[in-house]
């Protein structure tokens, strides 16, 4: 499936909103509270990312424990697949953040930043597909197939909140519906050791 199937594909399933959306006072309160901890936590997240891909000073402290774990050694592919997860954080909150001054603040939205922030996690998400032996295409596919099971005609709230996670996970599992391109793990995970310690 390429890029514009997709697109086209994925309005099927999505949720539209003809009449807009209310936030009551009530949902703008819990954003609020929610927000600041997530901002944070993408601040901290970046910054963890920095430290460990890109040697910059940690900045953090570690909260004082008297039970601190041994350090661990990755293995190259489980370094990157954490750097990939590092990184598909932080972008997700850079755009939440975005679109949540939007929101608030009736800041004008900025197109060329929120296309910007889907590019960098594309860039994690090849990453992650890379390392997996998948493709963007393959991905794109599976997912469709995923949602078609999961709302045969188009969205609906009560086959949203009522999946069939037996199919999805068949599909899932079985790559594309036709079984032309089945997920099949690089060789490197069929028996990934544990991170060894560094004691």
């Not at 990184?87 to 929120?114: C, Q, W, Y």
């Amino acid at each position: 499936m390429d890029q514009q199937e997709y697109l086209a594909a994925s309005e099927r399933t999505e949720k539209k909103f003809p009449e807009g959306m209310v936030l009551t006072g009530e949902h703008q309160v819990i954003f609020n509270f929610l927000t600041d901890d997530l901002i944070t936590i993408g601040e901290g997240m970046d910054n963890m990312k920095r430290h460990l891909i890109y040697g910059a000073d940690l900045g953090i402290k570690a909260p004082q424990s008297e039970l601190m774990p041994a350090a661990k050694k990755l293995d190259p592919m489980t370094a990157e697949l954490l750097h990939a997860a590092l990184g598909k954080v932080t972008e997700s909150i850079e755009f939440f953040d975005m679109m949540l001054n939007h929101v608030k603040r009736g800041t004008p939205l900025d197109v060329a930043n929120a296309i910007e922030e889907v590019g960098d996690g594309m860039w994690y998400d090849a990453m992650v597909l890379r390392l997996l032996g998948s493709s963007f295409d393959q991905a794109a596919q599976i997912n469709i197939d995923k949602l078609k099971a999961r709302f045969p005609d188009k969205f609906t709230s009560e086959n949203a909140l009522n999946r069939d996670l037996v199919v999805e996970r068949e599909i899932l599992e079985g790559g594309l519906a036709n079984g032309e391109i089945p997920v099949v793990l690089p060789k490197s995970f069929e028996s990934t050791p544990e991170p060894a310690d560094l004691t």
